[in-house]
């Protein structure tokens, strides 16, 4: 059984930065293709970033490009958002995913394995 969990989440002020992390258990991290995606009160969950197994090759909703770099250490068995100059907009519960297809649709929640069990990212203007 694969479980993730995040760290990292808190309030603060727009235009500061925040690194959320999430740590998976098992030896087989590099196995899977990671996402993040969030949740605001009201709102289905959304795409965030993905990255593949190797950390070569990223994706990000055209409302964070720019802002958040997804990361991953296959020998720490962790995946990093990092997000700088966050808005009100970003306010919402975080959540990192996994995948062990090798294809898939990687904006869409449906399509991963794992969950995380979110953390809070409360942003104020």
């Known amino acids: 059984q694969v479980q993730l969990v995040e760290s990292g989440g808190g309030l603060l002020q727009a235009g500061t930065s925040l690194r959320l992390s999430c740590a998976v258990s098992?030896?087989?991290?590099?196995?899977?293709?990671m996402g993040w995606f969030r949740q605001a009160p009201g709102r289905e969950r959304e795409f965030v970033a993905a990255?593949?197994?190797?950390?070569?090759?990223?994706h990000y909703a055209d409302s964070v490009k720019g802002r958040f770099t997804i990361s991953r250490d296959n020998a720490k068995n962790t995946v990093y958002l990092q997000m700088n100059s966050l808005k009100p907009e970003d306010t919402a519960v975080y959540y990192c995913?996994?995948?062990?297809?090798?294809?898939?649709?990687?904006?869409?929640?449906?399509?991963?394995?794992?969950w995380g069990q979110g953390t809070q990212v409360t942003v104020s203007s």
């Open positions: 995913a996994a995948n062990s297809d090798y294809y898939f649709d990687y904006r869409r929640p449906y399509e991963y394995d794992y």
């Open positions: 098992g030896r087989t991290f590099g196995r899977y293709a």
């Open positions: 990255i593949n197994r190797s950390g070569g090759n990223t």
